[in-house]
C-alpha cells in the first residue's frame, strides 16, 4: 500500500508544487516509487514533471478519475513523467489541467469528498509514496486530498501570512478531518521553504514556527536559491542541473527525504 501524503498550505506561492516536485524526485533518487497527484488545476506539478498535454491524443487527467466515482479509476490516468533521468521510471503523474476546476461543482454532492481516494483505492498500491500537490485553498479540491491522504505535510515560507495559513491548514485538518470520513488524518510534518536567514523577518518565523510546531518542523530547511526556480521553470530534475548552487539544493532534497521517510514510513 502507498502511503499518501496530503502537501498544502492555505497560502499560494509558499512552495507546495517545488516540494513535492523535489521531494518526489529524491524519493525516487532512494529507491522509493512515488506517485505525484496534481489536485491543482494550474497544472504546475504536471508540467514541473516534464508532462505535457497532447491535443491530439488527449490524456487523461485526475479529474477524469474523480469524476468517475468508481472504486481505482486513477489506474487509467496514471501515466509516465517526462524526464530522462535513470530514476523518472520510479515516478508517476496523474496530471490536471484547468479542467479540474470543473470538479468544484460536486462539493455539493452527497460523498463527493471521497471520490480521490475511491479513485486511488486500488490504483496505487504498487508504488511506495502518492504524494499530493494540494491548491492554496481548504475548500473542496483540498479537501478531496485530505479525505484520501494517510498523513498530512504543510510546506510554509518563514513569512507572517504563510505562517498563520499553515496553521490554518493544521487546524482545519484537526477540526475536520472526521467530517471528511478520515478522523485519523494528522499534521506530521512542516517544511520551511525558501528561508533568506540574512533577513531578520525570516529569521523571526523561523524561530516561531519552532515554537508553534514544535518538532513538526522538518529539518533542513530549504534555503532560498535560483537553482530552485530555475529547475521548476525549465522542468527538469535537479539531477541534471550544471549551476553552481545545484549540489547544495540537491543535499538539502536528499536530507528532506530521509527525513520524510522516518516522517512516514513506508509500508
Ligand atoms: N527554495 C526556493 N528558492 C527559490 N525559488 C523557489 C523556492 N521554492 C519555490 N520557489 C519558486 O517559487 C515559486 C512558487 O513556488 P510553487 O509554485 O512551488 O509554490 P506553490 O505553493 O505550489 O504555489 P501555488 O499555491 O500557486 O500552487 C515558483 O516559481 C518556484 O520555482
Ligand atoms: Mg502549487
Redesign the pocket.
Known amino acids: 500500500m502507498a502511503k499518501r501524503v496530503a502537501v498544502g ?1 492555505n497560502k ?7 516540494t513535492v516536485v523535489r521531494l518526489a524526485e529524491a524519493l525516487a533518487k532512494r529507491g522509493c516509487r512515488v506517485l505525484v497527484v496534481d489536485l ?1 488545476p ?1 497544472g ?1 506539478a504536471s508540467r514541473r514533471l516534464g508532462w505535457t498535454f497532447d491535443k491530439d491524443a488527449p490524456q487523461l487527467t485526475i479529474s477524469e478519475a474523480i469524476r468517475a466515482d468508481e472504486p481505482g479509476a486513477a489506474a487509467q490516468v496514471i501515466q509516465p513523467i517526462g524526464w530522462e533521468v535513470e530514476y523518472a521510471d520510479r515516478i508517476a503523474l496523474c496530471p490536471a489541467r484547468l479542467e479540474l476546476e470543473n470538479r468544484m461543482s460536486e462539493a455539493g454532492v452527497v460523498g463527493a469528498h471521497r471520490r480521490l481516494a475511491k479513485a486511488l483505492d486500488g490504483a496505487d498500491g504498487h508504488f511506495d509514496y502518492t504524494l499530493i500537490d494540494c ?2 485553498s481548504l475548500f473542496h479540491l483540498t479537501q478531496l486530498g485530505m479525505a484520501a491522504a494517510d498523513v498530512a505535510v504543510a ?1 510554509t515560507s518563514p513569512e507572517y501570512d504563510a505562517v498563520e495559513a499553515a496553521i490554518r491548514y493544521r487546524d482545519f485538518i484537526a477540526n475536520r478531518a472526521a467530517d471528511l470520513s478520515n478522523p485519523g488524518l494528522e499534521l506530521v510534518g512542516v517544511v520551511v ?2 528561508l533568506q536567514a540574512q533577513l531578520g523577518s525570516h529569521a523571526f518565523q523561523r524561530d516561531g514556527l519552532r515554537e508553534t510546531f514544535g518538532p513538526l518542523v522538518w529539518d533542513p530547511i ?5 537553482v ?2 530555475d529547475v ?2 525549465s522542468a527538469l530534475p535537479l539531477a541534471d542541473f550544471k549551476a553552481d548552487k545545484a549540489p547544495e539544493v540537491r543535499a538539502v532534497y536528499e536530507l528532506l527525504a530521509e527525513r520524510f521517510v522516518k516522517a512516514v514510513p513506508a509500508e
Open positions: 498550505n499560494g506561492g509558499v512552495g507546495k508544487t517545488t491543482d494550474q504546475n491548491p492554496p510546506v521553504n525558501g530549504v534555503p532560498r536559491r535560483s530552485v526556480f521548476d521553470e
